[in-house]
Structure formats: structure tokens, C-alpha cells
């Protein structure tokens, strides 16, 4: 007797498939960003240091604590309250730096940028994508930074009977504000670069000593004459609508200046989805 057993259908599985855009990769990249302890280590810094060290130089005008001795204006500080309280700026946009560039350049070191621009055909997403999610870690940062060294300086400095400037004075919301612009430009511009140089120390390299050291060294060494062309680097630009010490002696307007710093993102962030496109990964 034969016994003829029936073979049950296979259950048919449907695979279903996304298409690739930019909103995905722009969510990828804030995955990638966002998981890194290095990431908010910096962040914090940033913050802290914007706060702290703001807390610091209004302690010192104030002469609540002093100051070693160094040959620079009385207490240490000079420029105005404003100019005092968002001392801290200076030294995070270092921080700041660091951070776009490791944003820029961490990926070639690892040879993970192979997977990336695997997964985004379109390279320009990739640039635009770690823009974004770059900026939407740093802009809430350096606005937490800028005005809570505000908020804490000026409350030092008016504890202590010294002078003082309120938001709504002439051209201190906007020195505010454009302060943290000015940290989220230089982020940009170190993540730009790290994907020009493909280098984590050389973009940082650049960023710092091209950027913010150099250019403070050439207003000092060149003659007046140069002033001319000083005043369009990014630190001089920025320093048209913030408290930043400009290379030469003479500024932008704060709009032009504004415009100046914003292109120099443009143009550092599309040479980046230009070499992106032109080159293997």
C-alpha cells in the first residue's frame, strides 16, 4: 500500500523595501551622532566651559577673586560687561571645533564612510545629512551656553555692584545670538573640512590653527593695509556681530559680516559634496 503524503505550501514572505532619501539619511546620522559618548563629552565641555569660565572673568572684574598678575587691563578683563561674561566663547569654540571635525573625518579613519555612501548613492545627502544632525546637536548648546554665561555673569557682576547690560540694550541680543551662530559655524566649518582633508588631526589642524589662531597673528604682523582683506576672514567676520576679537583693526558691518560668515560655510561645505562626489571613498 503506497502512501502519498502532500507537501504543505511554503508561506511566501514579502520583503518590503524603502526607498533612500534624505530624511532617512539625515536620521541615520543623527544615530550615528548621537550614540557617541565623545559627542556629548564635547557638548558638555562646551557648555561648561562657556559658563564657567564667563563666571570666572565676572568674578575677576568684579574683584571678588583675584587674578595672577599678567600685564593685560585691570582685573584681567576688559571690553565691557558683555565682552566679560561671554569670555568662556573663546575657548569653546575650540572645543567646538574639535567636534565637527571628528563629526567630518572620524568615518575615513574607520573606513566606515565606505558603508555610508554605500547605503546613500546620492553623496551630497551624506554632507547635507551630517550637517544637519550636526547642528541640531550644537545650536541648542551653544544657545545654553551663550545665555546661561549671560544669566550668571550678569548676575555676578550685579551682585557686586558693577556694570551690567540687559538684553533689550542696543546690540546685546544680537551679540548674544550671533555668538552662538558663531559656535555652530566653526562646527560646520571643522565638518566640512574633515571631509575635504579626510583627517581627523589635519582638520583640526586647520580649524584651529588656520582659523582661530592664525589669522589673530597675521592682524598683528601685517600692516594696517591688510586690514582690507583681514576683515573678511571668519573671526573677523564674526567679530562684526559678536564680542570675538577681530585679526585687524577695522570690521564689517554686522550683516555683511553675518554674510561673510555664512558663506564661508557655504563654501567649505560645498567643496566637501564637490571632493565627496569626485573621489572613492
Do not use: C
Amino acid at each position: 500500500m503506497t502512501t502519498t503524503i502532500e507537501a504543505s505550501p511554503r508561506p511566501t514572505e514579502t520583503i518590503t523595501t524603502h526607498p533612500q532619501t534624505l530624511g532617512r539619511a539625515i536620521r541615520s546620522e543623527w544615530i550615528k551622532i548621537r550614540s557617541l559618548r565623545s559627542t556629548w563629552v564635547f557638548l558638555a565641555a562646551v557648555i561648561v566651559i562657556t559658563i564657567g569660565f564667563g563666571a570666572i572673568a565676572a568674578a575677576v572684574s568684579t574683584g571678588t577673586i583675584t587674578a595672577p598678575p599678567n600685564g593685560g587691563p585691570p582685573n584681567g578683563f576688559g571690553g565691557g560687561p558683555l565682552s566679560t561674561v561671554l569670555t568662556g566663547s573663546t575657548f569653546a569654540v575650540l572645543l567646538i571645533g574639535v567636534l565637527g571635525s571628528l563629526a567630518g573625518a572620524r568615518e575615513y579613519g574607520s573606513r566606515m564612510i565606505t558603508a555610508t555612501v554605500a547605503a546613500v548613492p546620492r553623496r551630497w545627502q551624506v554632507v547635507v545629512a551630517k550637517t544637519a544632525a550636526l547642528a541640531y546637536i550644537v545650536v541648542p548648546g551653544a544657545l545654553i551656553g551663550v545665555f546661561g554665561a549671560y544669566s550668571v555673569g550678569m548676575n555676578i557682576l550685579s551682585s557686586n555692584d558693577a556694570t551690567t547690560v540687559s538684553l533689550t540694550d542696543n546690540g546685546v541680543l544680537r551679540s548674544i545670538l550671533g555668538m552662538a551662530g558663531y559656535i555652530t559655524a566653526i562646527a560646520l566649518l571643522g565638518l566640512g573640512l574633515g571631509i575635504l582633508l579626510r583627517s581627523v588631526a589635519g582638520s583640526i589642524g586647520a580649524v584651529i590653527g588656520g582659523i582661530l589662531i592664525l589669522p589673530s597673528i597675521a592682524g598683528a604682523l601685517l600692516p594696517d593695509s591688510w586690514d582690507t582683506i583681514l576683515r573678511f576672514l571668519p573671526s573677523s567676520a564674526a567679530a562684526s556681530f559678536t564680542t570675538v576679537t577681530a585679526a585687524g583693526k577695522s570690521t564689517l558691518d554686522a550683516g555683511a559680516g553675518a554674510a561673510v560668515l555664512a558663506a564661508w560655510v557655504v563654501v567649505v561645505l560645498g567643496a566637501a559634496i564637490l571632493m565627496i562626489n569626485r573621489r572613492d571613498a
